[in-house]
Every structure is written in structure tokens, then in C-alpha cells.
């Protein structure tokens, strides 16, 4: 019986690694994505960013508007999940934020806004976000914090 067990979970363990391992085009799709070659061959160039898409996330943030929107904020952190996996495509979505942030003629009462569009990219989206914002955080907080500052 003992025997039987053995040759059961064997069989068992030997059906569950076929069924686990993806079928040989998937495989290969899943490859290609990851070396940054398309099924074809052809050279994928994964830092390329979207303008078109860049343009509608800009309007997405001007319509953010003085105060804190939550809704508004879950949907700009969701359009930026897209831009996650890239360094190019993380820093070019945060300069859209960034530029507004750090300047003196963007509304000073739309700056905590944006603030609060930073920490959701940090907290939810993470990705290559995390290191382009930690490199770049002290250079605009000070600015923020004293133009907000100033406003009161």
C-alpha cells in the first residue's frame, strides 16, 4: 500500500509538472517579452514611451484640480501602472507631475495634489517608479514645502 502511495504521488507529481509548464509558444512569447524580441525576432524597444498615452495622463492631472480626489488619484495610479516596468517610461510620466509640482506658476493649492499622486505611485504602483522618485524627492520637497509655505 505503502508502495502504491508512493507511485500514486509520483505519477501525481510527475502529471503536475507537465501541466505546470506552459505551452512551448507561450513560452516562447513569455521569453521574447523578457529579452525585449518580439515573436518574430524583431528587436522590441521596451523604453519606448507612448506620447499619445503621455498627453492623456497630462490632461488627467490638470483635471486633478485643488483638492485631493481619491477616485481621480486610483485612476491616474492605474493609467501609470503601464509605465511601471521601464526606468524611461517611469521618469517621463513623473515629469509630468514633477514639472507642475515644482513650478512657480502652477497654482500653489494644486501642489498637494500632486503630492498625494507621488505617494500613490510609491505606495501602489511601485515599479521603476520607486527609484526614479527617491533620487529626485529632495530636490523638489524643499521647493513644495516652502512655496506651499509662502501660500499660507
Known sequence: MAGNAAGTSGDQQAGDDHAEQPPPAAAAAA????????????VVDDDSVDEEQLEEYQEMLDSLGAHPDKVKIN?????????ASSTAQASALYKCIRTPLISKQAPVDRKLSLVYVIDSLLKNVRGKFIPVIETDAKAWMPVVFEQMSEEQ
Not at 75 to 83: I, P
Open 31 to 42: 521569453d521574447a517579452s523578457t529579452a525585449g524580441v518580439s515573436n518574430n525576432g524583431d
Open 75 to 83: 485612476s491616474l495610479s492605474m493609467v501609470a501602472e503601464d509605465f
